[in-house]
């Protein structure tokens, strides 16, 4: 059975950092690309940061340019987002998966709150 479980967040002050990791588990991470996700109350799911399956391309969304990092470790079937100069705005659950498509069920995320 496949399994997506993220983990690193906190409660962080902006500008601060944190480094979430998504470790994956029944599946071969390293032929699939992955991204990064995240939610607030009320609101639809939104894409962060992707790479590709090699970790040879990356893409972010505008609003985390120059402060988010994706990367990736397949022996250890884990991705990582490495989160800079945090805003309250980044306050949000994350979640990870393959990209484009959401192939697999979502896992529970990882809280990250920023506060001002």
């Known amino acids: 059975q496949v399994q997506l479980v993220e983990s690193g967040g906190g409660l962080v002050q902006a500008g601060g950092s944190l480094r979430l990791s998504c470790k994956a588990s029944g599946l071969t991470l390293s032929i699939y690309n992955m991204a990064w996700f995240r939610q607030t109350p009320g609101k639809e799911r939104d894409f962060v940061a992707a790479i590709s399956w090699s970790g040879g391309s990356t893409d972010y969304a505008d609003s985390v340019k120059g402060r988010f990092s994706i990367s990736r470790d397949n022996a250890l079937d884990t991705v990582y987002l490495q989160m800079n100069s945090l805003k309250p705005e980044d306050t949000a659950v994350y979640f990870c998966?393959?990209?484009?498509?959401?192939?697999?069920?979502w896992g529970q995320g990882t809280q990250v709150t920023v506060s001002s």
């Open positions: 998966n393959t990209h484009p498509q959401m192939r697999f069920n």
